[in-house]
């Protein structure tokens, strides 16, 4: 009895055997709910399975269709436009809003405190917000530019789809600015004062300062932060869900809130599914380029000086 | 930990020694760092503000045209009354509470399990599996949803709360054992090896020394969790169809949208409430929750 304990015991002791034990857990989980379902996912994208029924294979037919079909090309279209334009902003000024927060500031952790809630609170409800602030006839938008006599009549932010475009882009920066100045605010701080001293002593402008010292230091963490908010972008489901659910005229649909309509609402699991799988080709180019590209910049710093 | 210390130990020094800024004079200071601060503020608070607002202005003043929209002129609770007392919404309070805490307790054992088995145990592939730890992460929940969909409806468990708090994880683990490891990675060695030579166990190590040590990383990974858990969206409206089981934020979107007729006193209440819990719990935990977000992105 004594001397099978201690050798489960030592058994348990053994790293190798209490290692694959202790990933046990997440392992079961995670391969369960997400590794199975990955690899599920692509292969319903190759069926024509509907909700309640299982597929037979289909070959690319569901890509054929997808690739032929305007919804979709359009939806392809909108979502580069939104992570492109929103992505763009969001990094400008969440890049101006961090080296303001950098500055020398009273209350600095409360303003830093506050500036996050937009990222915190539930996307869904701070749409609905936006959804009331862009209401058609009573947007307080329209009211506040009617009174400054910049309009004559109220802006139909929703209901057009340019309007419809850049109103949900201006929700989606609002909520991704803080994550971006935060995090790229942590990263300044991680600076040293002594290359701005130097740098002072040296004569150089503040947009020196900004060029030459702070944005090549600043580089690796603008590749990660920037690979993240591109990342959120592409894939946003429910500000669109809730703003607009990809009207008018499919104007703002992205490719995941099309897939959602096809597969649940339309009940075409495959057709669905085939648009979600066709989404992680330009998710890996869109990591490879933001990832890669901005580390090259990173390895060549030392260099591009002049 | 080690985020919150570094942060915390450097604020006082990068203020007092930045550059040459006491050059900068006063008024100049004022157009480049007070006014645009000053903008950005208004921007991202005005929603929150307008949500408020909203939550308290009595029917008439919100349809109408005339007077200051910026003021509630005769304040009222009707919408809020009307959204405890005439809907479900304490009920999917109720709900998106125990979801998001089951969910995150649940994920942070694991996590706990999988972050020292990786970092600290450092078994035969255990390098590896950190990359898949870390590219699981990456696994956006809108590429996902469609198969988890079959998957949640295979092991009946579609229209539960069991679905959310068994899918949840899939985004919580990889998240929180990315954070763990970047705080147990911080623990020295030789507290372990200490205790291996004075005969503990590696069971013992972990609950004795490694997790006291790892407070404020669990405090972080926690909160963070919370929130993700709490703000989730698609794998609520996906998985679950009765309003008995639904979530504050599906439930405001799906259940008090009726028809054309658009309440919105209401529908800002439910935001507004919606929202408390996490800015809340967010306040008192600012310094672990943002050590968390910038440990997350910086390891």
Known sequence: ?306 | MKAAETTAAETPEVADTQGMNYLVSLPRRIVTVYVPLGAFLLVLLFPFYWMGVTTFKPNEELLSREGNPFWVKNPTLAHVNKLLFETSYPDWLWNTMLIAVVATVLSLTCSVLAAYAIERLRFHGSRYVGMAIFLAYLVPPSILFIPLATVVYKLQLFDTRLALILTYPTFLIPFCTWLLMGYFKSIPFELEECALIDGASRWQILVKIILPLAVPGMISAGIFAFTLSWNEFIYALTFVSSSEVKTVPVAVVTELVEGDVYHWGSLMAGALLGSLPVAVLYSFFVEYYVSGLTGAVKE
């Open chain 1, 1 to 306: 009895m004594a001397s099978s304990g201690t050798a489960t015991e030592r058994w348990l002791d053994n790293r190798h055997v209490l290692g694959l034990l202790f990933l046990l857990p997440a392992g079961v989980i995670l391969v369960l709910f997400l590794t199975y379902p990955l690899g599920l996912g692509t292969w319903l994208g190759f069926t024509d399975a509907k909700i309640g029924r299982d597929g037979a294979f289909v070959g690319l037919d569901n890509f054929e269709f997808l690739w032929g079909d305007a919804v979709t090309r359009l939806a392809l279209f909108n979502t580069l436009f939104y992570t492109v334009v929103a992505s763009v902003i969001k990094f400008a000024l969440g890049l101006w809003l961090a080296l303001l927060l950098n500055k020398h500031l009273p209350f600095k952790a409360f303003f830093r405190a506050i500036v996050l809630l937009p990222f915190i609170v539930p996307t869904a409800l701070s749409a609905i917000a936006f959804w009331w602030i862009f209401d058609s006839q009573f947007s307080i938008i329209s009211w506040a530019l009617q009174r400054m006599g910049v309009i004559q009549t109220y802006i139909d932010f929703l209901g057009d789809p340019w309007n419809a475009r850049l109103a949900t882009i201006a929700a989606n920066i609002w909520r991704g600015v803080p994550f971006v100045a935060i995090t790229l605010l942590a990263g300044l701080q991680t600076i040293s004062p002594s290359y701005y001293e130097a740098a002072s002593l040296d004569g150089a402008t503040p947009w020196q300062q900004f060029r030459y010292v702070t944005l090549p230091l600043l580089t690796p963490i603008i590749a990660v932060v920037m690979t993240f908010s591109v990342l959120f972008t592409f894939t946003d489901f429910q500000l669109i869900y809730v703003l607009t659910r990809g009207g008018p005229l499919n104007a703002t649909h992205l490719m995941a809130t099309l897939s959602f309509q096809r597969a649940i609402s339309g009940g075409n699991l495959g057709e669905g599914a085939a648009i979600a799988t066709a989404m992680v080709p330009f998710l890996l180019a869109a990591i490879m380029v933001s990832y890669f590209g901005l580390q090259r910049r990173a390895w060549q710093q030392g260099g591009s000086d002049k």
